[in-house]
């Protein structure tokens, strides 16, 4: 039996190897990945091997004959986060080759509407096709409410409901994910990513952790971004609960999950109204009238923000980039000259 074909390999991807790599180059996944040391599935079985930093989970490697790794497919997705932290601005990728991303939201606890707003960003913004999947439903009378809650803000994007333990909706959520198809979970921990996973794929083979009596927050029992095989070809990837998203050039899926609050913008009465107290305002108008509520405009201001202070750090990097290179040539002319002139005097 062929290991790559539990992993989602399909014609499509075996047509884009042909294209890419020289014969006798070996298509392999990276299953998981850990500083340094990937898990990767090959069509002979699973290996450990080393690995550039560069790859993440679901990439689409080719192996040479002694395990070396001679690159990666391009992406049909990626999603990725701006690094926390990090004065330089740099992206960091978390999975790629997703087709589907599922917002996990708990059932057993109220809704986080502006973590389900950011979280559709993201997911829009990585290409991938965005569910989101309430977990818990066996427990969804303690917060009354949510499911439509969560239905009204999801705005269009399918939502999907689920329960590990009793088995609601699983039929459902399996029969989404086509052969060759990976659908990644992502959301906070504690949330239930892990036990969906088991319960999908009727093993226990994610560890899972209670969460904490006195908060109702997960303890991130799961520390990294895994496959794991559905069993009819369709693929699952695991993740970390998210604890925050720092949003990366994801303008496109700003766009995506707030495109009514952006097409209110041209109705302003000035061009470069800043949305505060201008007269004409369409944004203040309506909010005023209750057609858009504030909270939802603080939270696309919030994530707008965000994003414009990322590119002027990136543009203040590029900068100082090009400054640096602009001083070496200067250097390097005035010591040409310097020698030229020398050698005219001597
Ligand atoms: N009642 C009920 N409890 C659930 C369900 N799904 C998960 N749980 C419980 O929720 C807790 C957290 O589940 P996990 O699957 O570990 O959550 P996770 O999202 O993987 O968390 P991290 O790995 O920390 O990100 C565990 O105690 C589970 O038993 C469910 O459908 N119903
Ligand atoms: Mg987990
Ligand atoms: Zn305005």
């Known amino acids: 039996m062929n290991t790559l074909l539990q992993y989602g390999?399909?014609?499509?991807?075996?047509?884009?190897f042909s294209f890419h790599f020289p014969s006798g180059v070996q298509p392999a996944r990276i299953v998981r990945a850990d500083r340094g040391r990937v898990l990767v599935a090959t069509p002979?079985?699973?290996?450990?091997?080393?690995?550039?930093?560069?790859?993440?989970?679901?990439?689409?490697?080719?192996l040479v004959g002694d395990g070396r790794i001679a690159g990666h497919l391009p992406r049909s997705?990626?999603?990725?986060r701006k690094r926390a932290y990090d004065p330089l601005?740099?992206?960091?990728?978390?999975?790629?080759?997703i087709d589907l991303l599922g917002v996990v939201v708990p059932l057993d606890r109220p809704l986080s509407t502006n973590r389900l707003e950011r979280t559709l960003v993201a997911a829009w913004d990585s290409g991938a096709v965005p569910l989101v999947v309430l977990t818990k439903a066996d427990l969804s009378s303690r917060f009354d409410g949510v499911v439509a809650e969560t239905v009204d803000r999801a705005r269009g994007v399918e939502v999907l409901t689920t329960s590990a333990?009793?088995?609601?909706?699983?039929?459902?959520?399996r029969g989404r994910i086509g052969a060759g198809q990976t659908l990644?979970?992502?959301?906070?921990?504690?949330?239930?990513?892990?036990?969906?996973?088991?319960?999908?794929?009727?093993?226990?083979?994610?560890?899972?952790?209670?969460?904490?009596?006195?908060?109702g927050r997960g303890r991130h029992t799961t520390t990294a971004r895994e496959l794991v095989p559905l069993g009819d070809g369709g693929v699952l990837m695991d993740t970390p609960g998210l604890r925050g998203f720092a949003l990366w050039d994801a303008e496109d899926g700003l766009s995506q999950v707030f495109g009514d609050v952006e097409e209110l913008f041209a109705r302003c009465r000035f061009r470069d109204c800043a949305?505060?107290?201008?007269?004409?305002?369409?944004v203040q108008s309506a909010i005023a009238s209750g057609d858009l509520e504030e909270r939802r405009w603080l939270s696309y201001r919030k994530m707008d923000r965000e994003l414009a202070s990322l590119h002027r750090r990136q543009n203040v990097a590029e900068q100082r980039r090009y400054g640096r290179s602009f001083h070496r040539v200067a250097q390097e002319a005035a010591r040409a000259k310097d020698y030229r002139n020398r050698f005219r005097e001597g």
């Open 275 to 282: 949305h505060e107290s201008e007269p004409g305002c369409a």
């Open 89 to 97: 601005s740099e992206a960091q990728a978390l999975a790629a080759n």
């Open 9 to 16: 390999f399909t014609d499509r991807i075996g047509a884009l």
């Open 44 to 62: 002979d079985g699973i290996l450990h091997l080393d690995s550039p930093d560069s790859l993440v989970t679901g990439d689409w490697i080719g």
């Open 184 to 215: 990644a979970l992502l959301g906070p921990s504690g949330a239930g990513k892990s036990s969906l996973i088991n319960a999908l794929v009727d093993d226990a083979r994610q560890g899972t952790g209670e969460v904490r009596a006195t908060d």
């Open 165 to 173: 333990e009793v088995g609601d909706g699983l039929e459902h959520l």
């Open 77 to 80: 997705s990626l999603l990725q």
